[in-house]
C-alpha cells in the first residue's frame, strides 16, 4: 500500500510539473500608443512543442488581422508575432491553449488589452438586475 501512495504522489507531481504558464506579455496589459508595427511576444514557463504552431489560427484568440512573422526564442519559451495595427484601435489578446515541448499544456487561459490610441476609451456598463428565473436576489 505504501509503494501505491508513492507512485500516486510522484504520478501527481509530475503532472504538476507538466503544467505550462504563461510568465511574460508584451505589449504589458493595459498599454496604450502602441506603434502601428510591433511586436506582440508570449513567454511560457517551459519550452513550447513547435510542431503545434501557436497562432490566431490555434491556441490564440486575437482581433489582430495582420501578422507578417511568427518566430520562436532560441530556448522555444517566447513567440513573437510581428504585427500590424490599426491606429486609435484596442486591441485583444487571448491564449487559450498551448503545449510544451514536454507534453504539459496550458491551464488556465491568459488575455491581456493594449490599445494604439493614446488612451482606451470610456466603457461603462449601467442597467438593473432583476430577480426571477434567474435566481439573482
Do not use: K
Amino acid at each position: 500500500m505504501r509503494y501505491l501512495y508513492l507512485f500516486l504522489l510522484l504520478v501527481s507531481f509530475s503532472f504538476a510539473q507538466a503544467q505550462l504558464t504563461i510568465q511574460s506579455f508584451t505589449p504589458a496589459n493595459n498599454t496604450a500608443n502602441v506603434p502601428l508595427t510591433t511586436s506582440v511576444s508570449l513567454t511560457f514557463s517551459a519550452a513550447l512543442d513547435t510542431t503545434y504552431q501557436l497562432g490566431p489560427e490555434a491556441g490564440i484568440f486575437t482581433n489582430i488581422e495582420v501578422s507578417t512573422a511568427r518566430y520562436y526564442s532560441a530556448d522555444r519559451r517566447t513567440v513573437t508575432f510581428d504585427v500590424v495595427l490599426s491606429p486609435a484601435t484596442v486591441y485583444l489578446v487571448c491564449v487559450y491553449f498551448a503545449r510544451a515541448q514536454g507534453g504539459g499544456t496550458l491551464q488556465t487561459p491568459i488575455g491581456f488589452m493594449f490599445t494604439t490610441a493614446s488612451s482606451f476609451p470610456p466603457y461603462s456598463v449601467s442597467g438593473n438586475v432583476l430577480s426571477g428565473s434567474t435566481g439573482v436576489s
